[in-house]
């Protein structure tokens, strides 16, 4: 560059300071910009103007030089080009005719916040600015640590935090450079160093549930985690920790018997600790195989005529969460009638075909007379048998299609009913299903959680009975299914050692395969029984919009389950209204109350809805004044099995 006079006619300018416009205009179409810019200020027709610049009537005429002689005839000089060029943010264009300036910068990024240490909350942006003057003008890019960040090539930079990874140094590199790409000098700002926020440990990928890995050779679990500071990993075999296994990746060498078993990794920070999945890694031997294995879970606990029990609830979700883990596909219900429980039955009966793992769990009252019964929520005080769900009428309907494997667990009393308070029962004729199956009875196994006569027991002040917390050690561990059982009695018993054991676990196994709980599912297409199946227990939390029509508000309502992974209790939760009571009816009485509200969260939970309700009426207030209602049509929110067993 060298200086000019700001009065030099543009056809006075020397011959390389005209061909370094002519080529700087050319490059990427400059001349358009500085065209309609030049049309605007002479009120030009912008569209013929910019037609008439790029016509071509000599070899050698380019559309920038073209421009220039235009603006030449013009009487355009070297500080009437400066001003049009600036006015059409052509910088590196008009440093072609400007004098040089020194690179300077004018804003480092840590002046807006006078530190050089910036806390940032994840999920919050960090905005940075950095201003150089010079000409050349100059360009910026943005660094963290050594890294050039990518689209980042302005004076401020704006990007969210989104990971304990983006935490460190920021710096902004200024430099000038000519038209021609060639660099002639560069600055580095002051640096910021970025913290972000504690984070709590969350899991964003978790190992495969299953692995078979042949003998002699390797296998390789790897999980992610974020938080921030960044996490720490320990893995676990058997729980037992892996000396040395403090990284995000396992990897075993040399795999044998010894190896088989339970692996997960404990992930911490100073915030928070997570664990992941366990990883059952078994070897790859011939094993059996299910097209599906299902399962169905009912827990009765709250009685209209008898005592509650306190750990039922808790038993069942508890078995049916550790079958989905390993595998299983569940139905899951809490407190239904006789009517709704001989539905269910059915309808799993119909499901249970050729190839198919089946399991059926209730945690109930029960009683024992010839064979067993568990009792539904609607048991009259004095029951007879048919009030009740007989073993045989289960058997019958599970063996009718001949499951590949049939488990039967009753967590239930196996005593007699008082003649005292119960006399008519001693009475009744008994009616007793007949089952048959072409199988001969094969691979069917009855567990109960104590043998005849005797109570099943509730532990005091725990969360589960003393059958579930000794099965949950077991059911999920890759054994057969007879030392699965012969497990849970063998623990029971010395829980029991010293005292008397009133409580004695028993079941009986006509099994001649080593099945496992654990075996895996054929890959090939399933049966259309199966996919039916899981399209009946399908269910997604859902977020809805609903609408007070006398006062004009739309809010959103998410409607989910109540308690995992009980499929017939059903909440729904009001969002975004403040400074109002909420409250939340059926439409049509019932006779026995299935609706619950908690007005502090507006919330509430329904228990069994059936499609005979009608909607859910969900009405606001304010001052304990009325002042609007509509109503949620909750029966298309729900899994579709409720239908079937509510008909």
């Known amino acids: 560059m060298i200086d000019l006079d700001k009065d030099t006619y543009i056809e006075n300018l020397p011959t390389s300071i005209y061909t370094e416009l002519v080529n700087a205009l050319n490059k990427d179409a400059a001349w358009v910009i500085l065209a309609n810019h030049v049309a605007a200020e002479l009120e030009y027709s912008r569209d013929s103007w910019i037609q008439f610049l790029r016509e071509n009537k000599y070899p050698n005429n380019s559309p920038g030089q073209k421009l220039l002689h235009e603006l030449n005839i013009r009487m355009c000089n070297v500080e009437i080009l400066r001003i049009l060029l600036s006015d059409s943010k052509l910088y590196n264009i008009l440093s072609v005719i400007s004098d040089p300036e020194p690179l300077n910068i004018v804003v480092h990024p840590t002046e807006e916040f ?104 390797h296998f390789t679990l790897c999980c992610k985690a974020n938080g921030y500071p960044e996490p720490c990993y320990q893995w676990f075999h058997n729980n037992t920790k892996l000396e040395g296994e403090t990284s995000n990746i396992l990897r075993v060498e040399q795999f044998s018997s010894k190896d088989e078993g339970k692996y997960y990794c404990y992930i911490y920070n100073i915030v928070s600790e997570a664990y992941t999945q366990r990883v059952h890694v078994m070897l790859d031997l011939p094993r059996l195989k299910a097209v599906a294995k299902i399962a169905l879970i009912i827990a009765n606990e709250d009685y209209e005529h008898h005592e509650c029990l306190l750990t039922a609830k808790n038993d069942a979700a508890h078995i049916g969460n550790l079958l989905k883990d390993i595998g299983f596909e569940v139905i899951c219900l809490v407190n239904l009638t006789v ?126 009975g003393l059958y579930v917390t000794h099965l949950s050690k077991y059911i999920t561990e890759d054994m057969t299914v007879t030392k699965l059982f012969e497990a849970v009695g063998k623990s029971i018993d010395n829980c029991f050692k010293g005292k008397e054991r009133n409580q004695i676990p028993m079941f009986a196994s006509s099994v001649t395969k080593p099945f496992r ?53 059903i909440k729904v939760k009001v969002l975004d209204l403040q400074n109002v009571d909420i409250h939340f009816f059926n439409s049509i009485p019932l006779k026995r109350n299935n609706l619950y509200e908690d007005q502090c969260n507006k919330e509430c939970w329904i228990h069994n809805p059936q499609m005979n309700e009608g909607p859910l009426v969900i009405s606001m207030s304010k001052d304990g004044i009325s002042v609007a209602a509509t109503v949620l049509h909750i029966k298309n929110y729900m899994p579709p099995v409720l239908k079937l067993i509510n008909d």
Not at 168 to 185: A, F, H, M, P, W
């Open 114 to 217: 006078q530190n050089d240490v910036l806390q940032v909350s994840f999920g919050r942006h960090l905005r940075l600015c950095c201003k150089a003057v010079g000409m050349p003008p100059p360009s910026y890019a943005w660094y963290h640590g050594s890294e050039q960040l990518h689209n980042s090539a302005s004076s401020d930079l704006d990007i969210v935090i989104t990971s304990a990874s983006q935490a460190g140094e920021y710096r902004c590199k200024v430099y000038q450079s000519k038209n021609d790409g060639t660099l002639i000098s560069t600055l580095i700002s002051k640096s910021v160093t970025v913290q972000v926020f504690p984070i709590p440990v969350v899991i964003e990928e978790q190992p495969q549930p299953f692995l078979e890995v042949k003998e002699g050779e």
């Open 339 to 464: 009517t709704q429980m001989k539905n269910a039955i059915k309808l799993f009966g119909k499901i249970l075909t050729n190839d198919v793992y089946g399991l059926f769990y209730f945690a109930g009252h029960g009683f024992k007379m010839q064979e067993s019964y568990m009792l539904a929520t609607d048991a009259p005080e004095t029951y007879l048998r048919k009030d009740a769900l007989c073993e045989s009428e289960l058997l019958s309907a599970f063996l009718e299609n001949d499951p590949e494997l049939l488990i039967v667990i009753l967590d239930i009393c196996q005593t007699l009913p008082s003649k005292q308070f119960n006399p008519e029962i001693y009475h009744e004729v008994p009616t007793v299903k007949e089952y048959k199956s072409k199988k001969n009875l094969r691979n069917l196994i009855q567990a109960y959680s104590t043998s005849s006569h005797r109570p099943s027991y509730e532990k005091a002040h725990s969360k589960y």
């Open 517 to 569: 709980l654990t075996d895996a599912t054929y890959k090939k297409s399933r049966p259309d029984s199966i996919n039916c199946f899981s399209k009946l227990i399908s269910f997604s939390t859902q977020t809805v919009n609903i609408i007070f029509s006398q006062i004009n508000v739309c809010c959103r309502v998410t409607i989910s389950l109540f308690m995992e992974p009980y499929l017939n209790l």
